[in-house]
């Protein structure tokens, strides 16, 4: 008897591992599939506070593919919990700071015929237009990508040593267009003295004794492109938001 049970439920599984298929397997309609949206049924006691005129399928609705998750949606079309875009930029501009200098660790996804790649490294942020630039090493892999596809997202997360990114997460997305400089296109020469200046800043000393400022500056005219990327859409995540009653993500927009 115990055999066959255990026939039967091996079958069982047999028979619906055949059947069985990704989520992501499903036919993509319009607004993509439909396991992807919320079904709005209760208000979460963890929701973010929005207008109270509004009502859930204002939001959570089926209207065509979005780069922001449901909750952030709603920052779209509520002014309660929002700050002001000068407010935003203010605190992207604090949490990007780096040592004073604007320059941090970034990821940067890119993609080449639908192949996506995600690449570290460092950029430095303009206070006042919020564009960003950095100097890589001509013949790398992302920039061939960036070549064909100008589209580009950046992230950064702040490090924790006490690993509670789930209480006060702070983290910023950049997406936008992303633009090449090589030496002789206008705003390359300044791009470049940015990226060396702000990395002379962390360069320990005995490394700059071994080269001069005008040997490394001439190594980039001649090894390096720019990377400019021009931010259309910044969206900041921050737990202190939540303290001061806000949503936890705020979005500036460029005009």
Not at 7 to 31: F, N, R, S
Not at 214 to 239: D, H, Y
Request: charged content about 25%.
């Amino acid at each position: 008897m115990k055999h066959t049970i255990a026939a039967l439920a091996a079958a069982a599984v047999v028979m619906t591992g055949a059947g069985m298929a990704w989520a992501q397997a499903a036919d993509w309609k319009d607004g993509g599939p439909a396991y992807i949206y919320v079904n709005p049924v209760k208000k979460s006691p963890f929701h973010m506070p929005y207008d109270d005129s509004l009502k859930c399928i204002d939001c959570h609705k089926w209207n065509g593919a979005d780069a922001y998750t449901a909750a952030t949606m709603t920052l779209t079309k509520s002014a309660k919990g929002r700050l002001s875009q000068q407010e935003i930029k203010k605190a992207i501009l604090e949490t990007l700071k780096g040592t004073g200098d604007y320059r941090e660790m970034y990821v940067m996804a890119t993609s080449f015929k639908d192949e996506p790649l995600a690449s570290c490294l460092e950029f430095i942020l303009d206070p006042e237009t919020l564009t960003l630039v950095a100097s890589s090493e001509k013949q790398t892999e992302k920039l061939f990508h960036i070549a064909a596809n100008g589209r580009a997202s950046l992230v950064y997360v702040k490090h924790r040593d006490d690993m509670k990114y789930f209480m006060n997460p702070i983290g910023v997305q950049i997406t936008g267009k992303a633009v090449q400089l090589k030496y002789g296109d206008p705003g390359f020469d300044q791009a470049a003295e940015l990226c060396l200046q702000t990395a002379i800043n962390h360069m320990p000393e005995e490394m700059q004794k071994k080269m001069s400022r005008e040997v490394m500056l001439a190594a980039i005219q001649k090894n390096q492109l720019i990377t400019k990327m021009i931010p259309e859409r910044i969206v900041i995540t921050s737990g202190d938001f939540i303290k001061q009653g806000l949503h936890r993500k705020q979005i500036w927009m460029a005009q």
